[in-house]
């Protein structure tokens, strides 16, 4: 993907994706068990080879007003693969 191989040639940028992993292990937090209970939305490209779509499922279980959209032909950058279509969910999810 070229979005790929652009984001990760900026100096620093695979240092800090690699410190976020490290530091999400390291440092565990004990509120993610926490049910999220404001308006949730959630855009996720099917496409997505990095995480699974099971994941954006699952997630409904932590919120208690969530919204998930999907997008078949997106994949992990989906606000790159598809603008048009995220830009639209999410201005109609911030009208409501």
Known sequence: MIFDSFFFAIIGTPT????????LFRYPRDDLQKRITVPVLIVWGCQDRALGEELADASQNYCSDVRLKKIRNASHWVQQDAPDEVNNYM????NE
């Not at 800090?16 to 530091?23: E, P, S």
């Not at 201005?91 to 911030?94: A, I, K, P, S, Y």
């Open 16 to 23: 800090a994706a690699i410190n976020y992993y490290r530091a």
């Open 91 to 94: 201005e109609t999810f911030l």
